[in-house]
């Protein structure tokens, strides 16, 4: 049967195809400028999941959401149900049916328990709108709830949202320290990437992240405040169930009402974080407060968020994971689902594909032996990142193993002449020190630890990518999904990695691991072992930084006001204290019984409404800020009127309308510009420094079957040409959208190799998109009024300073709104820029389409 996130999906992509219609269209700017841009597949379509429920679906609880896509029989059958309907017909399920089973599992424990209905039972019971956004991890669950919240915060500044429809705040919490420390990453994250820049700046000088700390009592916020972001664990903030004093009991009775009860114990971090409006919940590693402790006492979290929701207006819950299964059934609440399998053939996930090694009747001695062994026999050389070696993590169910391995570890790497001094043993009784370097800087490339041999350490949360090799050794608990928890933590992908992943087990372990992940993701061992990457990731590095930048000429539009002197003429006018809003206020006695009635009227008197004051100097800023005025001069025009320093919030409003009526005209003039466009931008790149040298990079996720046709790197070129190319390659390697692109390229540098005439050089522009790394991209409004973005294919650059823009494209891919815009352009820069439109029908060889490329080299004509 179709899940209700496989639903969601398909109505996701047609809201896709329609541009994200909705009554707010901001959020179709914010959508579109993340297409195929900074946030990872996953990720977006996560996003687009999150939105088209809010905006179209209006923030549904999750049962609305499943009567509405799952209508009659089918909602027993999406809810697990089919048992209870089997043997009943079709007209006996009628909606007062459906509501009297649903209430059964809402109060009738036994039958809940008999059915194992509790992840159900919550689900239906909840108050508030609760969603499970479910991620492979790996694929970057804590930006994802960035991108929710940076989104949320620049709708409600957009909208100035009276109606509290947009989030104003987020508390964002997981369990644990090691968790929390990878929640700081919220506060690390591009927002000018995921944001259009204007809405980046109105976000970046609005909100403010908070981190409770151990030794606070509150939260260091406003209360009643808003754009804030708290990062908390759940230890800080939740309800005390053994904190209520003894005072408040009478032979182990409340003396107070429940309600009161938790009054008590709900500490003032909680009480500062229920002051705060228009408020969100996001709880990452949701598993903590979904299914997994189904079977065990009502878990706190859950608690602290149900009473969050009765003391402020909490607008949703946003959980992430990336366990969405319980006991083998994928979570009601589960929205979106990105799973292990996914994550690794898109190449967000290491490859473990034939590396998943089960060891049977052999002692632990020799499982040591042999794991370090071939451990270094295949990473002993690898390294990663800024020169992070791969390392190997060694799970153990308690010290006293950890300790008998340890030296045969140490034995092993003697006979492979290798420093001992790289074990690093972490459990319990290690220092703070070394938990605090284990937890938060494992990752520096100067430690010198390579295998860590580790005690309930280094599972959930724990971040370390250039671990390549996880051995379980020993039967380990098989309690928290730990098996699970400790094998995979060597997935995590590494930009540029082409190296597989290893998992080793002992016999004791395999059917553990493989049980835990068919209970959390769905998949088996075999699965894991099975999949591929379909993907690869490619490094792309700098060549020609120092690239002089394309001077053209640029029409702009430019709003201005049609009396240049309106603002310099500006009168304001004291608003008539009748024309302010006023009451009457009608004067009642109470009397004996008449005919019409016992309130007798025995006068009226007149009233103005309460008005709150406002500081001039406020006022000022206020109103220059609205209209583009000189906030000076208008404070001294307010001062003339009111040498008091201040007035109504009521007038001000009078005001407005007064310097509205004089300012509001306004005209569109075209203007003319020079502008600067830098082909290429350092800064946009990430610095890599190996062996002492720096080069700057980034990198690309390509389909393992297009590598050998669209990516072409100096050394494939050298490879076919028998010679290094003159020209081109500004960054290497090359990624072409087609094959088209590509051999028009190389018969250009075939042709310049022969005769480069006056050519400076010839670069690929059409790769690259982000304007973090180039300027080189042109806005052009669609057929709908849109405004999108272009960017050409070629620039070829002459030395007297012409030069020629070519687009190569099949005629159904052409978009004539962006070649008018090109055209406009090539027109307001006669001598200077050509663009060139060379057109190939399917199986047209570019061979017969690149004349008028060489006749503008070659100057053949006369331009």
């Given at each position: 049967?179709?899940?209700?996130?496989?639903?969601?999906?398909?109505?996701?992509?047609?809201?896709?195809?329609?541009?994200?219609?909705?009554?707010?269209?901001?959020?179709?700017?914010?959508?579109?400028?993340?297409?195929?841009?900074?946030?990872?597949?996953?990720?977006?379509?996560?996003?687009?999941?999150?939105?088209?429920?809010?905006?179209?679906?209006?923030?549904?609880?999750?049962?609305?959401?499943?009567?509405?896509?799952?209508?009659?029989k089918?909602l027993?059958?999406?809810?697990?149900?089919k048992?209870?309907i089997?043997?009943l017909p079709?007209?006996?399920?009628t909606?007062?049916?459906?509501?009297?089973?649903?209430?059964?599992?809402?109060?009738?424990?036994?039958?809940?328990?008999?059915?194992?209905?509790?992840?159900?039972?919550?689900?239906?019971?909840?108050?508030?709108?609760?969603?499970?956004?479910?991620?492979?991890?790996?694929?970057?669950?804590?930006?994802?709830?960035?991108?929710?919240?940076?989104?949320?915060?620049?709708?409600?500044?957009?909208?100035?949202?009276?109606?509290?429809?947009?989030i104003?705040?987020?508390?964002?919490?997981?369990?644990?320290?090691?968790?929390?420390?990878?929640?700081?990453?919220?506060?690390?994250?591009p927002?000018?990437?995921?944001?259009?820049p204007?809405?980046?700046?109105?976000?970046?000088t609005?909100v403010?992240?908070?981190?409770t700390?151990?030794?606070?009592?509150?939260?260091?916020?406003?209360r009643?405040?808003?754009?804030n972001?708290?990062?908390?664990?759940?230890?800080k903030?939740?309800?005390?169930?053994?904190?209520?004093?003894?005072?408040?009991?009478?032979?182990?009775?409340?003396?107070?009402?429940?309600?009161e009860?938790?009054?008590?114990?709900?500490?003032?971090?909680?009480?500062?974080?229920?002051?705060?409006?228009?408020?969100?919940?996001?709880?990452?590693?949701?598993?903590?407060?979904?299914?997994?402790?189904?079977?065990?006492?009502?878990?706190?979290?859950?608690?602290?968020?149900?009473y969050?929701?009765?003391?402020?207006?909490?607008?949703?819950v946003?959980?992430?994971?990336?366990?969405?299964?319980?006991?083998?059934?994928?979570?009601?609440?589960?929205?979106?689902?990105?799973?292990?399998?996914?994550?690794?053939?898109?190449?967000?996930?290491?490859?473990v594909?034939?590396?998943?090694?089960?060891?049977?009747?052999?002692?632990?001695?020799?499982?040591i032996?042999?794991?370090?062994?071939?451990?270094?026999?295949?990473?002993?050389?690898?390294?990663?990142?800024?020169d992070?070696?791969?390392?190997?993590?060694i799970?153990?169910?308690?010290?006293?193993?950890?300790?008998?391995a340890k030296?045969v570890?140490?034995?092993?790497?003697?006979s492979?002449?290798?420093?001992p001094?790289?074990?690093?043993?972490?459990?319990?009784?290690?220092?703070?020190?070394?938990?605090?370097?284990?937890?938060?800087r494992i990752?520096?490339?100067?430690?010198?630890?390579?295998?860590?041999?580790?005690?309930?350490?280094?599972?959930?949360?724990?971040?370390?990518?250039?671990?390549?090799?996880t051995?379980?050794?020993?039967?380990?608990?098989?309690?928290?999904?730990?098996?699970?928890?400790?094998?995979?933590?060597?997935l995590?992908?590494?930009?540029?990695?082409?190296?597989?992943?290893?998992?080793?087990l002992?016999?004791?372990?395999?059917?553990v691991?493989?049980?835990?992940?068919q209970?959390?993701?769905?998949?088996?061992?075999?699965?894991?072992?099975?999949?591929?990457?379909?993907?690869?990731?490619?490094?792309v590095?700098?060549?020609?930084?120092?690239?002089?930048?394309?001077?053209?000429?640029?029409?702009?539009?430019?709003?201005?006001?049609?009396?240049?002197?309106?603002?310099?003429?500006?009168?304001?006018?004291k608003?008539d204290?009748?024309?302010v809003?006023?009451?009457?206020?009608?004067i009642?006695?109470?009397?004996?019984?008449?005919?019409?009635?016992?309130?007798?009227?025995?006068?009226t008197?007149?009233?103005?409404v309460?008005d709150?004051?406002?500081?001039?100097?406020?006022?000022?800023?206020?109103?220059?800020?609205?209209?583009?005025?000189d906030?000076?001069?208008?404070y001294?025009?307010?001062?003339?009127?009111?040498?008091?320093?201040?007035f109504?919030?009521?007038?001000?409003?009078?005001?407005?309308?007064?310097?509205?009526?004089?300012?509001?005209?306004?005209?569109?003039?075209?203007?003319?510009?020079?502008?600067?466009?830098a082909?290429?931008?350092?800064?946009?790149?990430?610095?890599?420094?190996?062996?002492?040298?720096?080069?700057?990079?980034t990198?690309?996720?390509?389909?393992?079957?297009?590598?050998e046709?669209?990516?072409?790197?100096?050394?494939?070129?050298?490879?076919?040409?028998?010679q290094l190319?003159?020209?081109?390659f500004h960054?290497?390697?090359?990624?072409?959208?087609?094959?088209?692109?590509?051999?028009?390229?190389?018969?250009?540098?075939?042709?310049?190799?022969?005769?480069?005439?006056?050519?400076?050089?010839i670069?690929?522009?059409?790769?690259?998109?982000?304007?973090?790394?180039?300027d080189?991209?042109?806005?052009?409004?669609d057929?709908?009024?849109?405004w999108?973005?272009?960017t050409?294919?070629?620039?070829?650059?002459?030395?007297d300073?012409?030069?020629?823009?070519?687009?190569?494209?099949?005629?159904?891919?052409?978009?004539?709104?962006?070649?008018?815009?090109?055209?406009?352009?090539?027109?307001?820069?006669?001598?200077?820029?050509k663009y060139?439109?060379?057109?190939?029908?399917?199986?047209?060889?570019?061979?017969?389409?690149?004349?008028?490329?060489?006749?503008?080299?070659?100057?053949?004509?006369?331009?």
């Open positions: 049967m179709i899940n209700l996130y496989q639903k969601l999906k398909l109505d996701v992509a047609n809201w896709r195809q329609q541009d994200y219609p909705s009554h707010y269209p901001a959020i179709t700017t914010i959508l579109q400028h993340n297409q195929n841009n900074f946030l990872r597949k996953a990720q977006f379509e996560a996003l687009e999941t999150y939105w088209y429920l809010r905006l179209v679906k209006n923030t549904p609880n999750i049962f609305d959401l499943y009567r509405d896509y799952f209508p009659g089918t027993f059958e999406a809810f697990g149900l048992h209870l089997e043997n079709e007209d006996l399920i909606p007062e049916f459906t509501q009297g089973i649903l209430k059964k599992i809402e109060t009738d424990d036994a039958f809940v328990k008999q059915n194992k209905l509790e992840a159900l039972r919550e689900t239906l019971t909840l108050s508030y709108p609760s969603y499970i956004l479910a991620l492979a991890m790996g694929a970057g669950k804590t930006i994802l709830i960035a991108s929710i919240i940076a989104t949320e915060f620049v709708m409600a500044l957009e909208y100035q949202d009276e109606d509290g429809i947009f104003k705040n987020a508390l964002v919490f997981a369990p644990g320290k090691t968790i929390l420390g990878a929640l700081k990453e919220i506060s690390d994250t927002y000018d990437k995921i944001l259009p204007r809405f980046y700046k109105s976000f970046i609005n403010k992240f908070t981190y700390r151990d030794d606070e009592k509150d939260i260091p916020v406003i009643g405040s808003s754009f972001v708290i990062v908390t664990n759940t230890e903030i939740r309800l005390q169930k053994n904190s209520i004093p003894n005072k408040y009991f009478l032979s182990g009775q409340l003396r107070l009402g429940i309600e009860a938790k009054e008590l114990v709900a500490n003032l971090r909680l009480q500062t974080i229920t002051s705060l409006p228009h408020l969100a919940v996001f709880s990452d590693e949701a598993h903590h407060t979904y299914g997994q402790e189904m079977a065990s006492e009502l878990k706190r979290v859950r608690q602290t968020i149900n969050i929701a009765e003391k402020t207006n909490l607008l949703v946003v959980n992430t994971t990336g366990t969405p299964y319980y006991q083998r059934q994928l979570l009601r609440d589960v929205i979106y689902w990105y799973g292990l399998s996914q994550g690794i053939e898109d190449g967000i996930l290491k490859e594909r034939g590396n998943i090694i089960a060891y049977s009747d052999v002692s632990d001695h020799d499982f032996v042999d794991v370090v062994k071939d451990f270094f026999q295949e990473y002993k050389d690898v390294r990663v990142n800024n992070e070696y791969a390392k190997l993590a799970y153990f169910p308690n010290t006293t193993d950890s300790d008998k030296p570890v140490e034995q092993t790497l003697i492979l002449k290798i420093d001094s790289i074990i690093l043993q972490v459990d319990n009784r290690s220092t703070d020190d070394i938990k605090d370097l284990f937890d938060n990752n520096d490339p100067k430690l010198p630890y390579r295998v860590f041999l580790l005690v309930n350490k280094g599972t959930e949360g724990w971040n370390c990518p250039s671990l390549f090799a051995a379980l050794a020993r039967k380990l608990t098989s309690s928290n999904n730990f098996v699970l928890q400790a094998a995979s933590r060597c995590r992908q590494i930009n540029g990695n082409t190296k597989k992943a290893k998992i080793y002992s016999k004791d372990n395999v059917s691991l493989d049980r835990q992940l209970e959390t993701f769905g998949e088996g061992l075999d699965d894991l072992n099975r999949v591929s990457a379909d993907t690869v990731t490619v490094k590095t700098l060549r020609k930084i120092e690239l002089e930048p394309l001077l053209i000429k640029k029409l702009i539009q430019k709003i201005v006001p049609e009396d240049a002197k309106a603002q310099e003429n500006l009168k304001i006018n608003p204290k009748e024309t809003k006023s009451f009457e206020k009608t009642y006695s109470m009397s004996k019984a008449q005919r019409s009635g016992v309130l007798v009227e025995v006068g008197k007149k009233g103005v309460a709150r004051k406002i500081d001039l100097f406020q006022a000022a800023v206020i109103l220059a800020h609205a209209y583009r005025l906030s000076l001069k208008t001294k025009l307010l001062a003339d009127l009111y040498p008091e320093g201040e109504g919030a009521l007038e001000l409003e009078l005001i407005r309308s007064q310097i509205e009526k004089q300012t509001i005209r306004y005209k569109v003039v075209n203007e003319t510009i020079e502008e600067a466009l082909l290429i931008k350092q800064k946009g790149f990430e610095e890599e420094t190996i062996n002492g040298k720096t080069s700057y990079v990198h690309i996720r390509v389909n393992k079957t297009s590598l046709k669209y990516v072409l790197g100096l050394k494939d070129y050298k490879a076919k040409a028998g190319p003159l020209f081109g960054y290497d390697p090359y990624n072409f959208d087609s094959e088209d692109e590509r051999e028009f390229f190389e018969r250009m540098l075939t042709k310049l190799g022969e005769d480069p005439d006056n050519v400076e050089d670069y690929y522009t059409g790769a690259i998109n982000d304007p973090t790394k180039t080189f991209i042109f806005e052009y409004k057929d709908k009024g849109e999108r973005s272009y050409p294919d070629f620039l070829i650059r002459k030395k300073g012409k030069s020629l823009i070519v687009e190569v494209k099949a005629p159904k891919y052409r978009i004539k709104e962006a070649e008018k815009e090109m055209q406009e352009l090539e027109a307001i820069n006669p001598d200077k820029i060139e439109l060379l057109l190939l029908e399917e199986g047209e060889s570019i061979f017969g389409k690149v004349a008028p490329v060489f006749n503008w080299i070659y100057q053949k004509h006369n331009l």
